[in-house]
């Protein structure tokens, strides 16, 4: 796993991955409506129209972001947002949860 910091690139599979896992994680209580309502721009994560994508990646941008790179899989397996002395936000992938990390 390899720490580092957010590309502009980054931003469709970032926003796929807030997207299905808030949805999975912390949204899965609520109807398919109040999903929507809640994900904002992130419900159009898996869309390809540009002016979506635009969208996510604003909501991404913030003075810190990094994602962790899994070298093996070629992937984010996740992504933390912040700022000095706090966290906005901390995602993983479901399937790199309690895998453990080693940052280089």
Do not use: W
Not at 19 to 36: G, I, K, M, V, W
Not at 56 to 82: F, H, K, N, S, T
């Amino acid at each position: 796993m390899k720490i580092r910091r957010y590309r502009e690139s980054d931003a469709v599979e970032v926003g796929q991955l807030v997207a299905d896992t808030f949805r999975r994680c912390n949204l899965s209580y609520t109807s398919p409506a109040e999903q929507e309502r809640l994900l904002g721009p992130f419900r159009h994560a898996h869309s390809e129209d540009p002016e979506h994508q635009h969208d996510i990646a604003a909501v991404i941008r913030a003075p810190l972001v990094l994602v962790a790179e899994d070298g093996e899989q070629g992937m984010i397996a996740g992504v933390l947002r912040g700022s000095p002395g706090r966290l906005h936000s901390l995602f993983v992938r479901g399937t790199c949860h309690r895998r453990g990390s080693a940052v280089r």
